[in-house]
């Protein structure tokens, strides 16, 4: 006779006592001596078969997190940089009797526009990309709302703080130490 190496399944269902049921088909594999009885759920088997998927989505979402913030660290860097180069058209302001508070909303709001318009670009480069990144197999929605608000709100409260954080530390100042500033 030939062998035969065929895989044959055997489904059941159980309406209660779910717990008994893999002991149960267990117990009829051992009546035939080709049977090699194993039996599990369809939740053990649907969790053995999700964890490549669910793997690698945590690490898509870990290297997302990473990109996040190495982008508003850059966005946090560049900001900043451009507000402390300017300690010394600050510190000359103050001395001439500019008011604190107009003089930190000018400054936030001249360094804030291109942050504003890098912002506006990227919401219109985003969403034709996810549109084109929806007919991927990764089921992805085309343009999900939610995600485009969260990461314009994180871009932009960085460059907000980025903005806000050094200019207040310069206002803090002397205008007298603003001007020695080299």
């Known amino acids: 006779t030939a062998a035969d190496f065929s895989e044959v399944f055997l489904v059941a269902r159980a ?24 039996a599990h759920t ?4 649907f969790d053995r078969r999700m964890q490549g998927p669910r793997l690698m989505s945590a690490i898509a979402g870990g290297i997302g997190v990473l ?8 966005i946090f860097g560049v900001v900043s940089y451009g507000v402390a180069s300017r300690t010394k058209e600050i510190g000359i302001r103050l001395a001439l009797g500019a008011q604190q508070p107009a003089l930190l909303r000018s400054i936030v709001q001249q360094v804030l526009t291109p942050v504003g ?11 034709p990309a996810g549109i084109a990144l929806g007919s991927e197999p990764f089921y992805l929605e085309s343009a999900d709302p939610l995600a485009l608000a969260a990461s314009l709100a994180v871009f932009s409260a960085a460059g907000a703080v980025a903005a806000i954080w050094p200019a207040y530390q310069v206002l803090r100042r002397n205008p007298v130490q603003a001007l020695r500033h080299p």
């Open 67 to 74: 990109t996040l913030a190495l982008a508003c660290l850059g």
């Open 117 to 127: 318009v890098g912002a506006v670009l990227g919401l219109l480069l985003a969403i």
């Open 42 to 45: 369809m939740r053990e088997d």
């Open 15 to 38: 309406r209660h006592d779910v717990d008994r049921l893999p002991a149960a088909l267990r117990e009829a594999g051992l009546l035939d001596p080709r049977v090699i009885p194993t």
